[in-house]
């Protein structure tokens, strides 16, 4: 029988609010593109045919050893293009980073302080691991148009 982990939902509920987004510094508060996150439990099963299948399902209950797909959703529903927009998210102290397939996300190992690739980014002497970060970030190098939608995700794995 699985049961809820304080820690987990405390981790999942610490993501909701976790995502900070940043523009160029002119840029008004109520004019920024809206974000909007979720997170989901992947659950593996094997059918009859032994074929393994994942899926996600909402994380009402998750355990350590879980793994996360966190999402943000962005939109601008604003009247104007939305330059230097940057999605910045803290991760939660229960949530070991494992990646993620986007190829724009880089990371803080440091507390936020530096951001780069993880296979370029060093703890002490020795190279960095998912264990070690801190923050994801999304830089968009282009302006988020009027209307424009996307996502962006990483994966984690609760400790």
Request: aromatic share 8%; no cysteine.
């Amino acid at each position: 029988m699985k049961m809820n982990s304080f820690f987990g939902q405390a981790a999942i509920a610490a993501f909701a609010g976790a995502a900070l987004f940043a523009a160029a510094p002119a840029f008004a508060q109520d004019a920024r593109p809206k974000i909007t996150s979720s997170s989901f439990v992947e659950k593996t099963t094997t059918d009859a045919a032994g074929k393994k299948k994942v899926t996600l399902a909402p994380t009402t209950v998750v355990v350590p050893g879980d793994t996360v797909l966190f999402v943000h959703e962005y939109v601008n529903n604003t009247t104007a293009p939305a330059p230097g927009f940057i999605i910045n998210n803290p991760l939660p102290a229960q949530v070991q980073y494992v990646g993620s397939t986007d190829a724009n996300i880089i990371v803080s190992v440091d507390g936020g302080k530096t951001f780069g690739k993880l296979e370029t980014l060093k703890v002490g002497d020795r190279a960095a691991t998912g264990a070690d970060v801190t923050h994801v970030r999304w830089t968009f190098a282009q302006p988020i148009a009027v209307g424009q939608s996307g996502k962006v995700s990483f994966r984690g794995l609760l400790k």
